[in-house]
């Protein structure tokens, strides 16, 4: 196949998008694949030789500030159409695919002109990616509502242009996962399909660490407010206080505070800081040490808030899952999901620290258990989650 993955983002190195769509193209290359992999124009060069990329967008729209807001989103757009169309003009030969793998609004209109226009598009298909939805969430087992503000009134505008290339297969919308597909479905009326994102799988599974002193409770990734971040700290204190954290070490990665929903500051504070059981991770992790993180980890704490990952897919929960961890999770969310794949895990059904604490004495207690299940469901969660699944679901879009 003949690829152009197009990825705005692809700027600084930060966030998840080096390590994702690096590999995807590098998993795509290694199958013989051709992949070009468009990034904005001030990508270094480390971070263009990392993902294969070659600086082409004058924007990003996830931190420029002339790309928020409804004019700025619509300048955008035209911007992000033009660019792109640009370099499919320079395409000596057809592309099969064009893949934008985070699709906001500032994309969407550009993308669904691109989707009209056979001329363009010269014969390649169009793959449109959300990771984020269109609804607001309003609680477990309620429908999300869409409400009528301008950019949901644009984007419906714009997914019925989409409508035709969509229906004869040359404009394909995808989610990753089953709540983001039906709420997409939901709202443009139109088949979503379900995509797997595409994680490095382990050379092999770590060995049991259960019966390891201190078991290692991680939670990997920088702390957040929709992480439950503030839940699991207080938590903490509670077991810690309460001298039922014998034995067992939680290890976060908290390197500054974060903002509360009244605009407050919450670090990690005095008690965690000074309690040998608790070890604060303040850097950003290079891959060989995330790995060593995982592989030592006892079971992975994920609280998630449901407002922020009801459809939203962690990166964490299928890495950690993949390597036979136990996932302790927040019920209603994406990562419940991942959990019911592998098998086992220990939910939490109340967002608030005292049921989190007793989630996290039922890991410790049974943590035997619970490795044993994980590993054993582990494959499960790895062989969906893989750039060779993602490139298989390609090629059977081709060959229909």
């Known amino acids: 196949m003949r690829v152009l993955i197009a990825e705005e983002a692809l700027q600084s190195g930060a966030g998840h998008w080096p390590s994702y769509i690096g590999g995807l193209g590098s998993a795509f290359r290694e199958a013989g694949d051709r992949v070009e992999v468009a990034v904005h124009r001030g990508a270094g ?29 619509l300048r955008h757009n035209f911007i992000y159409h033009r660019e792109l169309k640009d370099w499919l003009r320079r395409e000596e030969e057809p592309l099969d695919w064009v893949l934008a793998l985070t699709v906001r609004p500032q994309h969407l209109l550009a993308l669904a002109r691109l989707g009209r226009d056979r001329e363009a598009m010269g014969g390649a298909r169009l793959l449109l990616l959300f990771v984020q939805g269109f609804g607001r969430y309003n609680g477990p087992g309620r429908s999300v509502c869409f409400s009528s503000t301008p950019t949901n009134r644009m984007a419906r505008f714009c997914f ?23 709420e997409l479905e939901e709202f443009s009326d139109l088949p979503v399909k379900l995509f797997p994102h595409p994680v490095p799988p382990p050379e092999k599974l770590p060995p049991p660490v259960a019966g390891r002193s201190p078991f290692l409770l991680t939670a990997p990734g920088f702390a957040r407010h929709e992480k ?27 390197p500054e505070p974060f903002s509360l929903h009244d605009g407050s500051p919450l670090g990690p504070g005095e ?51 993949g390597r036979g961890k ?29 049921a989190l604490a007793a989630a996290i004495r039922e890991a410790v207690a049974r943590r035997h258990e619970l490795e044993a299940r994980a590993r054993e469901g582990a ?22």
């Open 379 to 400: 494959a499960a969660v790895a062989s969906f989650h893989t750039a060779a699944t993602f490139r298989q679901q390609l090629q059977e879009i081709m060959e229909k």
């Open 228 to 254: 439950g971040s503030d839940l699991l700290r207080t938590a903490i204190e509670e077991l810690l206080g309460a001298g039922e954290a014998d034995g067992v070490e939680f290890v976060l990665q908290w």
């Open 160 to 182: 019925r242009l989409l409508a035709p290339a969509v229906r004869e297969g040359r404009a394909v919308l995808a989610a990753e996962t089953n709540g983001m597909r039906r």
């Open 326 to 354: 136990p996932l302790l999770y927040t019920t209603g969310t994406w990562t419940e999901e991942v959990a019911v794949t592998a098998g086992t895990g220990v939910p939490v059904h109340e967002e608030s620290a005292r």
């Open 45 to 73: 060069e480390d971070l263009c030789a990392r993902v294969g990329g070659t600086p082409w967008f004058s924007r990003n729209c996830w931190i420029d500030t002339r790309s928020q807001g409804a004019l700025g989103g």
């Open 271 to 321: 008690r965690l800081a000074s309690d040998p059981r608790v070890r604060l991770v303040n850097e950003n992790l290079d891959p060989a040490a995330y790995e060593k993180l995982i592989a030592e980890s006892g079971a992975v704490l994920l609280p998630y808030r449901r407002n922020s990952y009801h459809n939203r897919l962690s990166r964490v929960a299928i890495e950690a899952a």
